[in-house]
């Protein structure tokens, strides 16, 4: 490695710090580094090289594969990079204890393998190979003051050696330190514009807020042409602590301000949930505990917006931090992939400040059709509760659930017309029409969005949760409290069941099945104990680099370090090497007589290629790549030639060299 001494086994040692797996960082470092203390060398073959590439190549996509079952995209792709330097370390031993000061680039890419060249160019790893070390320890974001510290120490050890002027390492030094104040400026600065983004124009932000959740803007369907395109995926999996009585709504999101299509959380701030001491739950309310609810949710893109019950207590998470705005949408700050929480929930009303005039405006663009709407039905002179009564009744009795987008004529708006003529629509419609009926009623309201659970699993005792099991549905402040109002006629869900084709029930349960798999392994990751994730993961790891070693150096020849340190593929080739009485050598022998030399890192192949082509009157070049081909299988092939192929070898060099060895030169 051209690396200054232990600064790999220093990079390694990082890693296993910020990753948590300190016993393979260290092992890798002792790898990396005890090729400077010890004289044994490895001549692996060329065809060898190949294979340890190769392997990390598979490794790689067997790791990737892996990280997507667990936890999808794009938490995998971190987790590949946080793991790709244990991935490479094949080839990065194969650097340190070969003979050879750098590997071909024909040997990392399978494209130059195929061309023909009289030489390969060659690249030492150690830089590039601590770059990886570097990006893998930053993938587990432990985002630590040490940590900083650590990147940049390491960085400027490995920039000292090459920096101009050797003789400069105070200005050097102080370049470093102006690099790393700006660097550290510009972090806490993008942090304190996303956070200031996030409190004072949420509606500009159109994404980030947890699993297909925005808790800043909700886009709706309203207006559009066509089946909603909803899918069959299995979001959440819930296990209440008893059989539910009927539909279930998990709530995630609350919007108070309407406009165009979409829904806004204007004025919705987060702030900090306090912890439990000494546990890890999250107090939400006071109150007493009447049920238990446990929720498995894929966080795609990580910091979920958690999925509650109307009077959750308490939330049972293992996560970073939890936060919550104040309209009631709970958001954790963990790593994508599957997230499992118990909610203690009690018969209180879901948890959300006291109303304000938002909470009662209508947009300009539906107001009037509402505000008719809600003196036909003499909304006006009714107690809140009647008033609600009332308006469940209007949307009970003469409208109908509908999956399919239906286009605003000229001069009206969807919901206008949903109201007023259609009556038909799936639930933003049936939501966002009671929402702006309710506060034309003078009850302040507002747009909430979540899940519905009512599939039972084949268990028995959990539910499963859809992606087309997404809902809407009201929130009205009734007699000092909120509550759910859910316009939406009964049955929606079977119905659109029963809508699917038959192919679509198939595909889910192919997508049923991977679900479950996906989420048994999940599970196993979180419940299980450290030792029994070393223990399986550790033992394959072990099985692997077992037989990496015995397939690639266990066969290789060994040569002794000089005492000068300097090694240099031809002095490797003066040991002894498996197969070294091929009588195709005698053929090489001959040709370098004659005056075509062989190239250091030039294959047989390759060599023989370019004598054609530069001594175009020399015959047998067919046999000779027939010959070659055998003597390839004879030094390289576990298995060996057999008698037969054997004596074919011999038989074919001698008759070669019958026919066109050149006499001597007379004195």
């Given at each position: 490695?051209?690396?200054p001494?232990?600064?790999?086994?220093?990079?390694?040692?990082f890693?296993?710090?910020?990753?948590?797996?300190?016993?393979?960082?260290a092992?890798?470092?002792?790898?990396?580094?005890?090729?400077?203390?010890?004289?044994?060398?490895?001549?692996v073959?060329l065809?060898?090289?190949?294979?340890?590439?190769?392997?990390c190549?598979v490794?790689?996509?067997?790791?990737?594969v892996?990280?997507?079952?667990?936890?999808?995209?794009?938490?995998?792709?971190v987790?590949?990079?946080?793991w790709?330097?244990?991935i490479?370390?094949?080839?990065?031993?194969?650097?340190?204890?070969?003979?050879?000061?750098?590997?071909?680039?024909?040997?990392?890419?399978?494209?130059?393998?195929?061309e023909v060249r009289?030489?390969a160019?060659?690249?030492n790893l150690?830089y590039?190979?601590?770059?990886?070390?570097?990006?893998?320890?930053?993938a587990?974001?432990?985002r630590g003051?040490?940590?900083?510290?650590?990147?940049?120490?390491?960085?400027?050890?490995?920039l000292l050696?090459?920096?101009?002027?050797?003789?400069?390492?105070?200005?050097?030094?102080?370049?470093?330190?102006?690099?790393?104040?700006?660097?550290?400026?510009?972090?806490?600065?993008l942090?304190s514009?996303?956070?200031?983004?996030?409190?004072?124009?949420?509606?500009?932000?159109?994404?980030g807020g947890?699993n297909?959740?925005?808790?800043?803007?909700s886009?709706?369907?309203?207006g559009?042409?066509?089946?909603?395109?909803q899918s069959?995926?299995?979001?959440?999996?819930?296990?209440?602590?008893?059989?539910?009585a009927?539909?279930l709504?998990?709530?995630?999101?609350?919007?108070?301000?309407?406009?165009?299509?979409?829904?806004v959380?204007r004025?919705?701030?987060?702030?900090?949930?306090?912890?439990?001491?000494?546990?890890?739950?999250?107090?939400?309310?006071?109150?007493?505990?009447?049920?238990?609810?446990?929720?498995?949710?894929?966080?795609?893109?990580?910091?979920?917006?958690?999925?509650?019950?109307?009077?959750?207590?308490?939330?049972?998470?293992?996560?970073?931090s939890?936060?919550?705005?104040?309209?009631?949408?709970v958001?954790a700050?963990a790593?994508?992939?599957f997230?499992?929480?118990?909610?203690?929930?009690?018969?209180g009303?879901?948890?959300?400040?006291a109303?304000?005039a938002s909470?009662?405006k209508?947009?300009?663009?539906?107001?009037?059709?509402?505000?008719?709407?809600?003196?036909?039905l003499?909304?006006a002179?009714?107690?809140?509760a009647?008033?609600?009564?009332?308006?469940?009744?209007?949307?009970?009795?003469g409208f109908?659930?509908?999956?399919?987008?239906?286009?605003?004529?000229?001069?009206?708006?969807?919901?206008?017309?949903?109201?007023?003529?259609?009556?038909?629509?799936?639930?933003?419609y049936?939501?966002?029409?009671?929402?702006?009926?309710?506060?034309?009623?003078g009850?302040?309201?507002?747009?909430a969005?979540?899940?519905?659970?009512q599939?039972?699993?084949?268990?028995?005792?959990?539910?499963?949760?859809?992606?087309?099991?997404?809902?809407?549905?009201?929130?009205?402040f009734?007699?000092?409290?909120?509550?759910?109002?859910?316009?939406?006629?009964?049955?929606?869900?079977?119905?659109?069941d029963?809508e699917?084709?038959?192919?679509a029930?198939?595909?889910?349960?192919?997508?049923?099945a991977?679900?479950?798999?996906?989420?048994r392994?999940a599970r196993?990751?979180?419940?299980?104990?450290?030792?029994e994730?070393?223990?399986?993961f550790?033992?394959?790891?072990?099985?692997?680099?077992?037989?990496?070693?015995?397939?690639?150096?266990?066969?290789?020849r060994?040569?002794?370090?000089?005492?000068?340190?300097?090694?240099h593929?031809?002095?490797?080739e003066?040991?002894?090497?498996?197969?070294?009485?091929?009588?195709?050598?005698?053929?090489?022998?001959?040709?370098r007589?004659?005056?075509?030399l062989?190239?250091?890192?030039?294959?047989?192949e390759?060599?023989?290629?370019?004598?054609?082509r530069?001594?175009?009157?020399?015959?047998?070049?067919?046999?000779?790549r027939r010959?070659?081909?055998?003597?390839?299988?004879?030094?390289?092939d576990?298995l060996?030639?057999?008698t037969?192929?054997?004596a074919?070898?011999?038989?074919g060099?001698a008759?070669?060299?019958a026919?066109?060895?050149?006499?001597p030169?007379?004195?």
């Amino acid at each position: 490695m051209n690396t200054p001494a232990f600064l790999l086994g220093a990079a390694a040692l990082f890693w296993g710090w910020q990753t948590g797996f300190w016993l393979i960082g260290a092992a890798a470092a002792i790898a990396m580094e005890a090729p400077r203390r010890v004289a044994r060398r490895f001549e692996v073959e060329l065809p060898r090289q190949q294979r340890v590439a190769d392997l990390c190549l598979v490794l790689a996509a067997m790791v990737g594969v892996g990280c997507y079952v667990a936890y999808g995209n794009p938490r995998a792709i971190v987790l590949l990079f946080q793991w790709l330097p244990l991935i490479l370390l094949p080839l990065g031993l194969l650097q340190a204890w070969g003979c050879a000061p750098a590997i071909r680039l024909d040997v990392l890419f399978w494209s130059l393998r195929r061309e023909v060249r009289g030489g390969a160019t060659a690249f030492n790893l150690g830089y590039a190979y601590l770059v990886f070390w570097l990006i893998g320890a930053c993938a587990a974001n432990q985002r630590g003051d040490l940590a900083t510290i650590g990147l940049v120490g390491l960085g400027g050890w490995a920039l000292l050696g090459a920096r101009p002027g050797r003789d400069r390492a105070g200005l050097w030094a102080l370049q470093i330190m102006l690099a790393t104040a700006l660097g550290s400026a510009l972090h806490v600065g993008l942090n304190s514009a996303q956070v200031w983004l996030e409190g004072a124009a949420p509606d500009w932000i159109s994404g980030g807020g947890g699993n297909r959740t925005n808790p800043y803007r909700s886009s709706t369907d309203l207006g559009s042409i066509g089946e909603l395109k909803q899918s069959d995926e299995i979001i959440l999996r819930v296990k209440p602590d008893a059989p539910l009585a009927g539909a279930l709504l998990l709530h995630r999101a609350t919007y108070n301000e309407y406009g165009g299509s979409a829904w806004v959380a204007r004025g919705a701030r987060f702030a900090e949930v306090p912890r439990q001491p000494g546990n890890a739950a999250w107090t939400l309310r006071a109150g007493a505990a009447r049920r238990q609810i446990e929720v498995a949710d894929f966080a795609v893109h990580g910091n979920p917006v958690l999925s509650l019950p109307a009077g959750a207590i308490s939330v049972t998470l293992a996560a970073i931090s939890l936060r919550a705005n104040n309209l009631g949408a709970v958001q954790a700050e963990a790593a994508p992939g599957f997230v499992i929480y118990s909610v203690a929930a009690g018969d209180g009303p879901p948890q959300a400040q006291a109303p304000d005039a938002s909470d009662l405006k209508l947009p300009a663009a539906e107001r009037e059709v509402f505000a008719d709407t809600a003196r036909t039905l003499g909304l006006a002179g009714l107690a809140p509760a009647d008033a609600v009564r009332r308006v469940q009744e209007f949307f009970a009795n003469g409208f109908r659930y509908s999956s399919t987008g239906m286009a605003a004529a000229p001069g009206s708006t969807a919901l206008a017309q949903f109201i007023g003529s259609t009556r038909a629509g799936h639930c933003e419609y049936f939501a966002s029409a009671a929402v702006l009926l309710l506060r034309a009623a003078g009850l302040p309201a507002r747009y909430a969005t979540g899940f519905s659970v009512q599939e039972r699993a084949p268990d028995g005792s959990t539910y499963l949760v859809r992606e087309r099991h997404a809902h809407a549905w009201a929130r009205v402040f009734v007699d000092g409290r909120w509550i759910d109002v859910d316009t939406t006629p009964s049955g929606w869900a079977e119905a659109e069941d029963l809508e699917r084709p038959a192919a679509a029930r198939w595909r889910a349960r192919l997508t049923d099945a991977w679900s479950a798999l996906r989420f048994r392994y999940a599970r196993w990751q979180l419940t299980s104990s450290e030792s029994e994730k070393w223990g399986l993961f550790g033992g394959i790891g072990a099985l692997v680099l077992a037989w990496l070693g015995w397939r690639v150096f266990g066969a290789a020849r060994t040569v002794r370090k000089p005492a000068d340190g300097a090694l240099h593929p031809a002095r490797c080739e003066a040991a002894r090497l498996v197969g070294s009485d091929s009588s195709f050598y005698q053929i090489e022998s001959e040709l370098r007589r004659r005056g075509m030399l062989r190239a250091p890192n030039e294959t047989f192949e390759e060599w023989l290629a370019r004598v054609e082509r530069e001594n175009p009157g020399l015959v047998g070049h067919a046999d000779l790549r027939r010959l070659v081909r055998l003597h390839y299988r004879y030094r390289f092939d576990p298995l060996g030639l057999g008698t037969a192929q054997q004596a074919a070898l011999v038989e074919g060099c001698a008759a070669w060299l019958a026919q066109h060895t050149a006499p001597p030169a007379r004195a």
